[in-house]
């Protein structure tokens, strides 16, 4: 028996050496301490025995139960200890390492421009004023010097709400607003951002799309006033060898009209596909502020004069940017705005 023991015990002491992961130390225990195992076997034939023997086989077995649990314990205790610090060395983090891009949204080309003008005007000392898009017919045609049944408003298709109420087609509405709201403030320096709607709807037109306005009233104001603002204005925002021309045109809130086109930013001026060979590009409309005009505004036309401006701003974002589509501004789609990720100066057109 005692030999039986000691045999356990040396058995143990290799196999100790050998153990190196939970899992062997699993079986091992199952080896000595399982219900076929070494140690249990001990005791199975006790029955045969008197019961002295029994008492002094079972305090020996006993003794040589707890003796193995403890080096098992011991045994594992070690090996956690080291499966556990091999595991934080592998999970350890590099701080050094560069982390993952964080994906950031980017302003909308549409945004941007709107900044841009608003940047420019505003250094000129314009106000930035806003204006509703649900607007009365008053401020949207008949302060505008387009009374009820003119014609003019036939050349834009108005969505009506009501006799008195209507979607504004224009935001020259902000012209007649800003008259009557800012007549002891003059002179008037504004402009005014926002969306406008009107009734047509194809390849080329939008049932909605964006204008600003501009409005200016002083003493003596002319219209080359105007021409040097909007050549500024073209410079900065289409590049610096851009030329401004004037072209004789009519609106019923400006006298004299013009149209004003500038020299194409994609040829220089020679003729290409986005002129259609002519050299320039239409971009705004613009004119003296009509004295009717005036005169509904609360002025005297003999004291104050001033002009007025206006343009597409999509057109605008569309030039700036070389997009192709105009409905790229409406679509949202993903592939498209990622672009502008980029900084500003690689997407523009120089
Ligand atoms: N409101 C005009 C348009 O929508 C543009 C314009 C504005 C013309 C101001 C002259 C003065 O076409």
Same mark, same amino acid.
């Given at each position: ?217 002083? $003493?003596?104001? *002319? #219209?080359?006033?105007?021409? %040097?603002?909007? @050549? /500024?204005?073209?410079?900065? &925002?289409?590049?610096? =060898? ?27 001026? $020679?003729?290409? *596909? #986005?002129?259609?060979?002519? %050299?320039?590009? @239409? /971009?705004?409309?613009?004119? &003296?502020?009509?004295? =009717? ?58």
């Amino acid at each position: 028996m005692k030999d039986k023991v000691n045999q356990i015990q040396e058995e143990l002491a290799n196999d100790i050496q050998k153990v190196t992961s939970s899992k062997e130390l699993a079986d091992l225990k199952v080896k000595y301490l399982g219900k076929k195992g070494l140690v249990t076997e001990l005791t199975s034939n006790m029955k045969d025995l008197s019961i002295e023997e029994k008492k002094e086989l079972g305090k020996l077995s006993n003794e040589i139960k707890n003796e193995v649990t403890e080096a098992l314990r011991k045994l594992e205790e070690s090996i956690q200890n080291k499966e556990l610090q091999k595991k934080l060395e592998q999970e350890t983090i590099d701080i050094s390492l560069p982390s993952e891009k964080i994906k950031r949204g980017s302003r909308h080309p549409f945004n941007r421009i709107i900044e841009d003008v608003e940047d420019f005007f505003v250094s000129m000392g314009y106000d930035v004023v806003d204006g509703p898009e649900l607007e009365t017919d008053e401020n949207c045609f008949q302060r505008l010097n387009v009374p009820l049944g003119h014609p003019a408003r036939d050349a834009q298709d108005t969505f009506y709400i009501d006799t008195e109420y209507l979607l504004r087609t224009q935001t020259s509405s902000a012209q007649a607003r800003t008259m009557q709201e800012n007549i002891e403030k003059t002179p008037i320096r504004m402009i005014c951002p926002g969306k406008v709607y009107r009734r047509d709807d194809d390849a080329t037109h939008s049932h909605q799309f964006g204008q600003v306005e501009g409005l200016v009233i002083d $003493k003596n104001i *002319s #219209l080359a006033d105007l021409k %040097g603002t909007l @050549e /500024l204005f073209a410079k900065k &925002m289409l590049g610096e =060898n851009t030329k401004v021309r004037f072209r004789p045109s009519f609106f019923p809130f400006t006298e004299p009209s013009v149209e004003v086109d500038v020299s194409c930013f994609k040829c220089g001026g $020679k003729g290409c *596909s #986005l002129c259609k060979q002519t %050299g320039w590009i @239409e /971009l705004l409309g613009a004119g &003296m502020v009509h004295p =009717n005009v005036l005169r509904m505004g609360g002025y005297d036309p003999k004291i104050w004069t001033g002009f007025a401006f206006g343009t597409g701003l999509d057109r605008l974002t569309m030039f700036r940017y070389a997009i192709p589509d105009i409905r790229f501004l409406y679509t949202n789609d993903i592939r498209f705005l990622e672009q502008f990720d980029r900084k500003d100066e690689e997407n523009e057109i120089k």
